[in-house]
């Protein structure tokens, strides 16, 4: 099977290519008898336009990019599929980038998009992004950038977070009522804008039931598995040793129960831990996990609804302004030691 | 920041903007020096050609695609992982494309390949996948696809498969062999060649066993987990119960636990599980859970490789050809009950 082009379709009608383009692309130079024609026969051949030609043309690929750190985590999993499925609505095609937490591997996908590859990105920023040159390089360009989750401080447009310092100081406090007496906090993004919001909530509940806060109760985690199984391990070989533990990062949840286990430490008992993770596993983990659960379906849908309004408007410049979901604590046994099987879920 | 196009580079350096594309495409018909000069302006301004604009000439958009069903699957993140790592060393873009289990879905995303988008396709079927047409009308164009995990039936091209028969007959004669005399095997793509090729695996440890295969042992799935949970309740509701599960698809182990629980039964007291999958969770669930992991990172590397191979040689045709990589079992508490900490992991 040959593939049809424009050409084929301007041979068979008598008319040029260019008369058939400006046809497709509905021109109001055209008249409606040469349009219907061309319609109709670019149907009965099955013509798929070349999309990188009609892009020349209309200036708009009708794509979106979704920039992130990694597809692992089930956070954005079901962010993903809140985007795609406003997208879909509108006959938006979306690509999906990863980072894999790396702030040059961040840049060189946002360099790319220079080129007029997409429409408009969502972006959640890498943990190790720091400077914000290469988003203000793509707006500056007239490419919309909004973020979901992890925003970059100091840029100007729509943002879809959760209440990240309330929910945070709600866990916190949680395993404080619990009984804990020594916190720590697994972090990985802590000059990130969320990070710093999850560690004021941290600090906000310590403060308010008079415990003081230590530097060294933040423990600075990576991207690598292997390397934070060590890293938690040593925390909790420390004396005193932490008998609570607030995971701010789904990833290391499996890390930080392995340590546990390996060291003998029973969960509650010893050690409490409270998660942010949207795994449907958190009910079926030894013990069930309490994790805060973010609306991160609804977060992508608010996101790529805020993206597509301004592209429709040609408005480039999106509303800058920021949208708070609410995040929810769910209880479970690895905090209040229930048998797993008696809990809601 | 306004952006820099041909036609600016042209007009600084007095040269017509075909002259410019041709100097930067490296083409014969321009001298040394004019190239020089105006890869040095380009340089200096920072120029981004525009893909669609570049790729009218070459054909080529640097870009592969991944149809995948979900990334919610442990499996698909790895493999995605080892798909980039392969593409980032040659210059390739990966863009990944989400079909959710859906014929429809995945046919439409493949039509949008015919206009030019991608350089090839590397994809994983989805469960609902009966017909090839959108598979073979995209091969006809010239655009090469390159099976992995989930092969489709009758399509000539490489392809990059685990032991499924193999690995699913080991599972069973595990499960077998712990007691187990009422078999389920829960599948959700029993049409796809994996899904009959685990059956069976299945099919041959129970004859060698001596134990009859009754079509009711195959329970099928859905995309839905709430669905599951009440297909795999019902099933261990079913008189004489079934005492071991085979979890075909890693995303139906969580309703499987549940109902379990649920119900009361024990595990592995009163149902064993093993299930095919690839989360670093399995060590921590409650029990920590016996698996058949997949060599997925290896198998997106591999795929990946021979795709790239085909585009380099021009070989649109890619090997036909099968490379199979070896699935491992790792016993857990899920079949044989000693406690997850003292299992290696």
New interface residues.
Partial sequence: ?E?INLKHLADELHLSTSTVSRALQDSHQISTETKRRVMELAHKLDY??????S??GSRK?KTIAVVIP???D?Y??QA??GI?TVAQAHGY?V??Y?T?ESAQQEQAIL??F????VDGVLMSVSAETSSTEHIE?LQ???VPVAFFDRAADGIETACVTTNDLESSYLATRHLLDCGCTNLALLSISRQLSIGRQRIAGFQKALAEHGVAFEESAIIDCTND?EENYRIIRKALEARPRPDGLLVTVELL??SA??AC??L?LGIPAEVKVVSFSN???A??????LTTISQPAFETGKTAATLLLKGLKNNNKALVAGQVVLPSLLNIRASTVGVP??RLP?
């Fill in positions: 099977m593939k798929v336009p070349n999309p990188h030609a892009s020349l690929s990694e597809v692992f089930s954005f999993a993903i599929n795609e095609h690509l999906i990863l894999h360099h790319a220079q080129g007029g590859r390089a500056a360009q007239g598995p949840t499996v129960y392995q286990y390996d003998h795994s449907r596993s009910t079926i983990l030894n013990p069930a797993a099987e879920v």
